[in-house]
């Protein structure tokens, strides 16, 4: 699997990034959510127009803003799921024969890597958040298990405390 040539970007240039990437507790939202609905779309690709204020208050807006390369002006706007952020980011440096591409965004990359080593102890250690995982894999189906336990046992929980 060929990855994009992240070393378009320094060390200290990658490290400023993720660090503001970990404050931005907004973009990645609806991994979050315990019980979710089908219809939740509470993430949002960290450099689409969403993320304006993000941009702004991080005084990043060359970087990963308007006036940058990865700036997604179409899609980036728009509200995602957890399954659709991370959909969405792949689009944005993956082949459609599935191999990465070096010639795409390499930041879209970052995030889908950040995000997968983000949410890849969810539930358990091994056990991740069901969507960094391809559907239909083991580990997809183990995430997916894990997440119904643990939702009746937030269901459980709620309504012991109710004295119901």
């Known amino acids: 699997v060929r990855r994009p040539n992240l070393l378009d970007y320094s060390a ?94 390499t930041m879209h990359f970052a995030v889908h890597a950040y995000l997968t080593k983000l949410y890849a102890d969810y539930h358990e250690p091994g056990v991740g958040h069901k969507d960094v995982y391809n559907g239909n894999t083991l580990e997809y189906k183990k995430a997916v298990e894990a997440g119904a336990r643990k939702q009746e046992r937030l269901l459980q929980n709620a309504l012991r405390d109710m004295h119901i």
């Open 12 to 105: 200290s240039e990658l490290t400023i990034f993720f660090d503001r990437l970990k404050k931005n507790l907004i973009f990645d939202a609806g991994f979050r959510i315990l019980i979710p609905r089908p219809s939740d779309e509470y993430c949002w690709c960290p450099f689409g127009k969403n993320m304006a204020r993000w941009h702004e208050i991080t005084d990043s807006e060359d970087e990963y803003g308007k006036r940058s390369k990865c700036f997604c002006a179409d899609k980036g706007g728009k509200q995602f799921t957890p399954k659709g952020l991370m959909d969405h980011v792949k689009t944005l440096f993956d082949n459609p024969n599935g191999d990465l591409d070096s010639k795409k965004c």
